[in-house]
């Protein structure tokens, strides 16, 4: 499965946490992240993740894109809901095309906890039969 994974930069800390915690289920998957995000993981983690521009740059664009062609299995887009950034547009669009094109997507570590569960549980296998 593609997972996406991108977060506001006061939430960095925790996505490498949480990537260092569910390195096992990760590791079994593809990773895409945005440009900070994805290098800050490596960093912290043995994972390989493909990496876009850095979101203000376009990455956040780049993971839209890939959303829009049914390419992301599942988002998991650390937000803080104070975080006002240049490029806040961008990243709201990315939870409307979640939505748009039903990905599931968590924007806070206890939903991504779940979803990775149940990725791991093999019940976002029906994504296979839209792809
Ligand atoms: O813009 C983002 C969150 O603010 C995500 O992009 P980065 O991972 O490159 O920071």
Redesign the pocket.
Known sequence: MNIGL????TK?KLIQNFCIAYRGILSKNDLF??????VLIEEVTNLTVHKY????LG??QQMGAEISSNHMDLVIFLRDPD?L?Q?EKD?DYILKLCDKHSIPVATNVATAELLIKSLDRGDLEWREMYK
Not at 6 to 9: F, K, S
Not at 33 to 38: D, E, V
Request: no cysteine.
């Open positions: 991108l977060a506001h930069d960095k992240a945005t440009g900070t995000t994805g521009l850095a979101g203000p990455g956040s975080a950034k490029n990243l």
